[in-house]
């Protein structure tokens, strides 16, 4: 069996880990090394069995932990193209470090096959497909403003679904956000909010999806009881309700959340 959670999760920091037997990935760090470090010793995982890092994006919440991190430990790093070359320009990357752009194709990361696939945000920016050992899928997209054709592509079929739910829209219209920032939100270019992440998840559920993960959930213009709630509700209107079998789960900003199994 595999699973997923993540150590920390919401606009202040990112970071989701896939576990599966004896290895792990980590996708994204977006808060200190010490804290990712702690969070990992809270779960009993050894650093060596880290197999790799996913990097979805250059936002300091996706990466600030990272310099230090591989300071100290070197695990492989994986991007998109565009990604890789900002990290190696801000000096993230250590000379020697094993980075690999992930474009096009599927990477056999310690045994996990690894899919990138591009997400609508203001830098270039990706989500990722994860082939676990055993051959169960799970997909993971967050910092997106729009959900395209191709997210759905590799969103559909997962047993397991990590999927942005960044903003209530009344929150984020009614909130302290001045208007350019508000707008950027809203964008295509931007994130997703409850009500979109809602009425994905109920395509994602009538194809055979059975776990949801709710993450980067805004600590201005958002809740996890609002981001569960848009998702009950639109999950109810067809006759679906979460329960052992059908689990969606908001995950928590500063601490460790759950495992969903897989």
């Known amino acids: 069996m595999a699973s997923f959670t993540t150590l920390y999760s919401g606009s202040s920091g990112n970071c989701g880990l896939v576990l599966s037997g004896g290895g792990y990935l980590l996708i994204d760090m977006g808060k200190s090394c010490r804290t990712t470090l702690g969070a990992l010793k809270g779960l009993g995982l050894a650093v060596g069995d880290c197999r790799g890092i996913l990097i979805t994006h250059e936002h300091i919440d ?19 193209a565009a990604t890789l070359d900002a990290l190696e320009c801000r000096g993230i990357l250590p000379p020697g470090l094993e980075a690999v752009a992930l474009e096009g194709r599927t990477e056999d990361v310690g045994g996990f096959g690894v899919t990138a696939f591009p997400t609508s945000h203001d830098v270039p920016c990706c989500g990722f497909r994860i082939q676990t050992p055993e051959g169960r899928a799970m997909a993971i997209a967050t910092d997106l403003g729009t959900l395209t054709p191709v997210v759905h592509q590799h969103l559909g079929g997962a047993a397991l679904v990590a999927l942005e739910a960044n903003y209530d829209l009344y929150s984020l219209r009614h909130g302290p956000y001045p208007y350019y920032l508000k707008t950027r939100i809203e964008s295509a270019r931007g994130h997703l909010s409850n009500d979109e992440c809602a009425a994905k998840c109920l ?37 679906i309700v979460p329960d052992a079998d059908t689990v969606v789960q908001a995950q928590r900003r500063g601490e460790t959340s759950p495992f969903l199994e897989f």
Do not use: D, W
């Open 62 to 80: 996706h990466i600030a932990g990272l310099k230090v991190f591989l300071r100290h430990y070197s695990p492989p790093v994986y991007a998109g």
């Open 203 to 239: 395509e994602l559920v009538q194809e055979g999806c059975k776990r949801f993960a709710l993450c980067h959930l805004s600590q201005e213009n958002n809740t996890p009881a609002l981001a569960l709630g848009a998702v009950g509700r639109t999950l109810a209107a067809a006759g």
